[in-house]
Antibody, heavy 118, light 112 residues
Framework: EVQLVESGGDLVKPGGSLRLSCAAS????????MGWVRQAPGKGLEWVGR???????????DYAAPVKGRFTISRDDSKNTLFLQMNSLKSEDTAVYYC????????WGQGTLVTVST | DVVMTQSPLSLPVTLGQPASISCRPS???????????LNWFQQRPGQSPRRLIY???YRDSGVPDRFSGSGSGTDFTLEISRVEAEDVGVYYCMQGTHWPRTFGQGTKVEIK
């Protein structure tokens, strides 16, 4: 059974940093392009960024404009784990962050809540 | 960026009746590999999104056959042949052809 389990969400002050993790199991993680999608409270889905698999370009990353330069996606294929490093957080980054494949498909985590507030 | 425009944004339906959601991208979704990466997702209250349809019309495993997807060019549709109570939620179209991936605004389906 495929599982994606996000963790690391928390309450953080504006300007702060946070690192999210996504533990994957039930499939060959290294074979998949992975990504993050977020959902602000009461709002729709927003693509955050993606990371390719190593054989398709050494783990190249791409980001949505609102997070580019502040967020970094990485992966550890030896531990089947995806990461999202978030720096210079703003109130508008408050959202549930989901781990999924790229493009988003049939596998999603349960999400982890990030709240950016004083 | 490709803008995905859904309509309606709110859809009250009667149990057992059909429902239809439109999704219009701002440009063609034909990928260089010839595929059209247009997906439909369902998000029930308090749950993660669940993919229902991929590549316009292919139903995911376990998805009831009352859900169907169709379309071409810049006009796509998700249809529910007979709405059931468990279909309540928000439905999103999403394009996976171009970067960045973009979602529609969502259509909230509720029972009258």
């Amino acid at each position: 059974e495929v599982q994606l389990v996000e963790s690391g969400g928390d309450l953080v002050k504006p300007g702060g940093s946070l690192r999210l993790s996504c533990a994957a199991s039930g499939f060959t993680f290294s074979n998949e392009w992975m990504g993050w999608v977020r959902q602000a409270p009461g709002k729709g889905l927003e693509w955050v960024g993606r990371i390719k698999r190593k054989i398709d370009g050494g783990g190249t990353t791409d980001y949505a404009a609102p997070v580019k330069g502040r967020f970094t996606i990485s992966r550890d294929d030896s531990k089947n784990t995806l990461f999202l490093q978030m720096n210079s957080l703003k109130s508008e980054d408050t959202a549930v962050y989901y781990c999924t494949t790229d493009p988003p498909g049939g596998w999603w985590g349960q999400g982890t809540l990030v709240t950016v507030s004083t | 960026d490709v803008v995905m425009t859904q309509s309606p944004l709110s859809l009250p339906v009667t149990l057992g009746q059909p429902a239809s959601i439109s999704c219009r991208p701002s440009q063609s979704l034909v990928h260089s590999d010839g595929n059209i990466y247009l997906n439909w997702f369902q998000q029930r209250p308090g749950q993660s999104p669940r993919r229902l349809i991929y590549k316009v019309s292919y139903r995911d495993s376990g998805v009831p056959d009352r859900f169907s997807g169709s379309g071409s060019g810049t006009d796509f549709t998700l249809e529910i042949s007979r709405v059931e109570a468990e279909d309540v939620g928000v439905y999103y179209c999403m394009q996976g052809t171009h970067w960045p991936r973009t979602f529609g605004q969502g259509t909230k389906v509720e029972i009258k």
